[in-house]
């Protein structure tokens, strides 16, 4: 193996239900093993990696056929709960083979709300790493259930990269990346590359997905740009395409859609917040002239004098989404006011800011809106 310095320092790659899995769901291990092949020169050739792997669902399916007794959100559970066990034993086996070690951090949606249990998993995942041990994340399925849940693993995968302040994220799929159209069909061609200003691919993504997973092409757009948007380099590729790890790394000329990353960097409680839209407990509308202000360069905090409405009810230190006069919402933030001290001081010239600049978040240019 090559001792030279490596490409990235810290890379995150997701894997797909799809691509771990055979048509009856059992785990494929042949492929399984050829990512862990990969993974293993990476991490020997110097990169920290984090793998994002669903499959515990699937890899649960052939076991134990859910009871008619059982309902649909149990029976997940059940199959979680068996599959999570299968799926990590064959990347501790496989790893093992190259004198790794691997673990298992399993995580919900609630422990990215909390700022503290946020910071807890960085933590541990940045131990793993200094210990190289490698680590693998799933959604803790068997107590994660619907409106807790994320998206799917791409949100996820999303979110741990930010997290870990990766510089890429490599999520592998069944298809090539994003197409003009429906990937086989004629005319249809892959996307190669996007920008923060390409807004054109977003319309020839359909809604629809297939196989085991949870998620579809739109909910891996958007949040791959979300990602790239905060200065992560995203790439959507093949995973049943030998070498797409290591081709991806040494920028080979290989089918897959890079999500280039932006220029912009966010701090960690910026970042943290930009994810945490889900958990906005309220709203306020603000006037043109504040609006003017936080979309312009200079720093800005978010005043009272500037808002002409709340909505909902939230205490000092919970998060508002912003909105403007058309009722577009701009951004987000941490309020220091509470929704009735608010209230009553709609419009006034306090010197205390409703939203102070450091924990304020005002989506790019307000071009994404950031998707919940
Ligand atoms: N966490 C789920 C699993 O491991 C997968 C979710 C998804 O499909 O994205 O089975």
Known sequence: MKNSKPEFNRIAIKVGSNVITLPDGSLNSWRISRIVQEVAILSKQGTEVVLISSGAVAAGRGDVPPSNKTNVIAARQVLAAIGQVKLMSSYQFLFGKYGMQAGQVL?????????????????????????????????????????????DNDELSGLISSLMDCQSLIILSNVDGIYTGAPGCDGSELIKEINEDSDEAGKYI??????????????????????????????????NRDSVITDIVKRKDIPCTHFIASESRRTGVKKWLSHSETFAKGAVRINEGAKVALLGEKASSLLMIGITGIEGFF????????????????????TQY?????????????????????????YEKNKTSIQA
């Open 338 to 362: 509470d929704s009735k001290k608010a209230e009553l001081n709609i419009g006034q010239k306090l010197s205390k800011p409703f939203i102070h600049y450091d924990y304020l978040v005002i």
């Open 206 to 239: 359909s809604s629809s997905k297939s196989g085991f997973g949870r998620g579809g092409m739109l909910t891996k757009y958007s949040n791959a740009r979300k990602i790239a948007s905060e200065g992560i380099d995203v790439f959507i590729a093949n995973g």
């Open 107 to 151: 995580t919900t949606k609630e422990s990215f709300r909390d700022r503290r249990h946020y910071l807890n998993m960085k933590n541990c995942i940045l131990a793993m790493l200094e210990n190289n041990v490698l680590p693998i994340v799933n959604e803790n399925d068997t107590i994660s259930i619907n409106e807790l849940m994320f998206t």
């Open 315 to 334: 205490k000092s230190g919970d998060i508002v989404r912003i909105f403007d006069e058309k009722g577009e919402n701009i951004g987000l933030g941490k």
